[in-house]
């Protein structure tokens, strides 16, 4: 499969393009990453997103294929070969597709209000948003990874707000060392993997990168 074209559009601080460039580096699947500026999208963008215009896109072939998670998915399902992300049970692998799930519409959605909100709504904030890392933890529970022994879907779907953590717990003040141990640990063994230390933005880069579309 030497003669495949696989390119993916992404955007540094972004926790979803991540998504895609550790799902291809765990499937060993060489591919040409695209940085894009999300104030001056490029045309290659438009045409490959048009409905949503947004970042990530996974290009396979010329074909776009868009939203992380179903990129994820792709990725799985075409390169089936090597490194299996998704569970082989229809039950494990719709339980980890819901968590998945509960991840978009939850994490960064009460991360933001972290920064957004003041006095008694900002404790509110916190309160909401170290809850939901709770529910994320005792979903891990005491395995090595969310699927179990592997490193997989869930495991990629939440590491790339690892980048993010800095600034959620910077604006939050909290700890997660304190709040949510487990999972504290998790991470640090998913940041072990190649696939995930070299796909990863620096949290602190990206916290400075926040305090500017704050202070902008």
Known sequence: MADEEVVVLGFWPSMYGTRATIALEEKGVKYEYREEDLSNKSSLLLQMNPVHKKIPVLIHNGKPVCESLIIVQ??????R?????LPSDPYQRARARFWADFIDKKVFDA????????GEEHEAAKKEFIEILKQLEGE?????????????????????????????????????EVECPKLVEWAKRCTHRESVSKSLA????VYEFLLGRIAG
């Open 81 to 85: 070969d090597k490194a299996p992300l």
């Open 202 to 205: 620096d949290p602190k880069k």
């Open 111 to 118: 991360g933001k209000k972290l920064w957004s909100t003041k």
């Open 140 to 176: 891990l529970g005491d395995k090595p990874y969310f699927g179990g022994e592997r490193f997989g879907f869930l495991d990629i779907a939440l590491i790339t707000f690892y980048s993010w953590f800095y600034a959620f717990e910077t604006f939050g003040n909290f700890s997660r």
């Open 74 to 79: 792709y990725v799985d399902e075409v390169w």
